[in-house]
């Protein structure tokens, strides 16, 4: 059965294409899970995710929650490739490298709505779904220092990785480092401060709050959330 929803604005599906094309430079074979309730639609991604790294590291979730004209009820994993696909109103043509502009293909309909292909994808990730209650704020931390730990982390893997190198061991590296705490006082990972300004979520000069709830933590800036929880073994980083 074909899941539908609708805006309140066109402008909001705009929004979700801005949101979606971020996710996807991230991670071109991305995908992302929208969850629907009553009149709140929750979009996850998950940038750095990657079966050979979800043993071993955070498992870290973009967020983007967004108001629903109607109430809606469904939980649905595409490739993110494809949803862009389907907003943009774009077919690419079998055989060849073709990609022709059919806007009456449009999954978009009247009054903003959009249906979700008929075709919801499995990913390891998007059965785990975050607590929504009892969450306490533990602090706040600057969107400067969000910038730079997100900037550290991406050196350290260009440092640490040749270009050459792909595979377990690129996956096994690259989950090390954004496994690693900020610092002894924050239990945050370096790969949330990443995930945070790779999507867009910080605004220059914010403090952003981080909030605890059971093995849970969430960074909630203006634009967005982070959510993360800790491998069993995560590591401290000591400034």
């Known amino acids: 059965m074909t899941n539908c929803f609708t805006f309140p604005e066109q402008s909001d599906v705009a929004d979700l294409i801005r949101y979606l094309e971020r996710a996807e430079k991230l991670d071109n074979a991305g995908a992302v899970r929208f969850r629907a309730y009553g009149e709140v639609l929750t979009v996850y991604v998950a940038p750095i995710a990657t079966e050979q790294m979800l043993e071993h590291t955070p498992l870290i979730l973009g967020l983007r929650t967004m108001e629903l004209a109607a109430a809606s009820e469904f939980d649905a994993s595409y490739p993110i490739s494809q949803m862009l696909s389907e907003l943009r109103g774009e077919e690419t043509v079998e055989n060849f490298s073709l990609v022709k502009k059919l806007p009456e293909k449009r999954k978009i309909l009247a009054e903003n709505q959009i249906c979700l292909p008929d075709n919801p994808i499995e990913v390891a990730w998007s059965t785990e779904t975050p607590t929504r209650t009892g969450w306490e704020q533990r602090g706040?931390?600057?969107?400067?220092?969000?910038?730079?730990?997100?900037?550290?982390?991406?050196?350290?893997?260009?440092?640490?990785?040749?270009?050459?190198?792909?595979?377990?061991?690129?996956?096994?590296?690259?989950?090390?480092?954004?496994?690693?705490?900020?610092?002894?006082?924050?239990?945050?990972?370096m790969g949330a401060a990443f995930v945070a300004a790779g999507l867009g979520f910080l605004t220059e000069g914010e403090l952003v709050p981080w909030y605890v709830s059971g093995e849970w933590i969430r960074l909630s800036a203006k634009h967005g959330h982070v959510l993360s929880r800790f491998a069993n073994d995560y590591v401290v980083m000591n400034n």
């Open 140 to 189: 706040e931390i600057s969107q400067e220092e969000l910038t730079e730990i997100a900037r550290k982390g991406v050196a350290q893997i260009t440092e640490t990785l040749p270009a050459s190198v792909g595979g377990p061991i690129a996956a096994r590296v690259r989950a090390e480092i954004w496994g690693t705490a900020f610092d002894y006082k924050n239990p945050i990972p």
